[in-house]
């Protein structure tokens, strides 16, 4: 092992305990990209749920119709040349 291999291990040492000790204190902040990314699928995922609900109630807004439909063609009066 040379002696300039060591030197330099301790140099990268010392600058790298310079810098951790520059660094203020405590967590980091939160980058505001990932910050805007979280939002964004929070969003998405409530956009994502209100749609399947809208689905829904199309479906069953669309079988009500139906079923009033045949209602009102089963229950209607016969007219098929009958005269009371």
Do not use: F, N, Y
């Not at 660094?23 to 979280?38: K, S, T």
């Amino acid at each position: 092992m040379h002696s300039s291999l060591i030197t330099e291990w301790r140099r990268q040492r010392d600058l790298a305990t310079e810098e951790a000790l520059a660094r203020p204190p405590g967590r980091q902040p939160a980058d505001p990209r990932d910050q805007e990314i979280a939002r964004l699928r929070r969003r998405a995922e409530r956009l994502e749920a209100d749609l399947a609900k809208a689905h829904k109630v199309i479906e069953v807004q669309g079988k009500l119709s139906a079923r009033l439909q045949q209602l009102a063609t089963d229950g209607a009066p016969a007219t098929h040349g009958e005269t009371t």
